[in-house]
């Protein structure tokens, strides 16, 4: 039967271009209507893409006109009027991104796969930074697997300004905030796409963050909602990939920088993390291979920011809630961050 359910269902079969998501759980379909074999469909585009506004007005209509019962069809794809000078973008429905006021720089920090320390790289490059003198905030934007909390010694939770904005609680000089902060304990988060992209908007628009140097976000392994999220609510200035040596964390970087291309984030540069492992007899072992990270950074065009071996004290250091950089910041393990901070500084200036 051919009905606005229908209609809507067909058109989730159109991809926005060079993206995997369709128009529909973009957003972008405003109108939908069906009468006796005429259909009418609306589009409302973010993007001055004309060329975009063009593909989807024809991949629409070859979708709508294979529907049983189509007699007339009726696409209509509305753009916003062109800012005064403003230049055609690419192909984003993103531009509707909002800087948020005081936050002059925002970081992504991401891994292609789950396991290979990327937590761990986030917090101790946010105490390196607070360490060498900047105003660094640290956002956790893995909503189902929250570690920040745990990793930076704080169990408080955010209280409520007069302006009704959550106010991050913050230690060893960084402001934080994290899904953990406002889960009882070790209860699980059961949430579907919408709900992670509200939240995700809210950690940014609704928390009082003040004035910082460069806000990181911690974002989950993949490139899912979490990571279209944020690309859609802020725009950031960069990501930064951390990698382990291996071939099987190497080929999911490259899908992870290959997602941050298609929303036109930078690329700072990628960390090879657990590099390798000093016996006590002074052995070097290269548990997961050596060398990988720089060499993917060389085929990628990117910087390689640096290594960080195995050592027992960062570990150490995430379980008990002290970074090794807090910890003993004059020792190697905090060293290796210390000089990862300090390339990727020079890469934002």
Not at 188 to 215: A, N, Y
Not at 252 to 275: C, D, Q, T, W, Y
Request: aromatic share 6%; glycine share 12%.
């Amino acid at each position: 039967m051919l009905n606005q359910e229908a209609i809507t269902t067909a058109l989730k079969g159109v991809k926005y271009p060079g993206y995997s998501r369709d128009i529909v759980s973009f957003g972008l379909v405003k109108n939908v209507a069906a009468n006796a074999g005429a259909v009418n469909v609306t589009l409302e585009l973010i993007s001055h893409n004309t060329g975009v506004a063009a593909q989807l007005k024809e991949d629409c209509e070859r979708t709508l006109k294979a529907l049983p019962g189509v007699k007339h069809l009726f696409v209509e794809v509305k753009m916003p009027p062109p800012a005064a000078g403003a230049a055609v973008a690419g192909p984003s429905p993103f531009a509707s991104q909002n800087k948020v006021p005081g936050l002059k720089r925002i970081v992504a920090v991401a891994s292609g796969k789950g396991g290979v320390g990327k937590s761990t790289c986030s917090v101790n490059l946010a105490c390196a930074l607070t360490h060498m003198g900047a105003r660094i905030g640290l956002l956790d934007c893995d909503i189902y697997g929250p570690s920040i909390p745990l990793m930076m010694g704080i169990r408080g939770r955010p209280t409520i300004s007069p302006q009704e904005k959550m106010v991050p609680p913050s230690n060893y000089g960084v402001k934080l905030m994290s899904m953990g902060f406002l889960i009882e304990g070790d209860q699980p988060v059961i949430w579907r796409g919408p709900m992670i992209t509200k939240t995700i908007q809210q950690f940014f628009h609704s928390v009082e963050w003040g004035d910082l140097d460069c806000l990181l976000v911690d974002l989950p392994p993949g490139t899912g909602d979490a990571q279209l999220s944020l690309c859609q609510t802020v725009p950031l200035d960069g990501g930064v990939i951390v990698t382990t040596p291996q071939e099987a964390s190497l080929g999911v970087v490259r899908k992870g920088i290959a997602m941050f291309g298609k929303v036109n984030v930078p690329i700072l540069g990628l960390i090879e993390n657990m590099s390798y492992f000093t016996a006590p007899g002074g052995q070097r072992v290269e548990i997961f291979g050596h060398g990988g990270g720089r060499a993917e950074a060389e085929r990628q065009g990117t910087a390689f920011l640096g290594e960080v071996p195995i050592y027992t004290e960062i570990r150490v250091g995430g379980d008990e809630g002290r970074p090794v950089v807090v910890s003993a910041p004059a020792d190697p393990p905090a060293q290796a961050f210390l000089k990862i901070a300090e390339a990727l500084r020079s890469k934002l200036e």
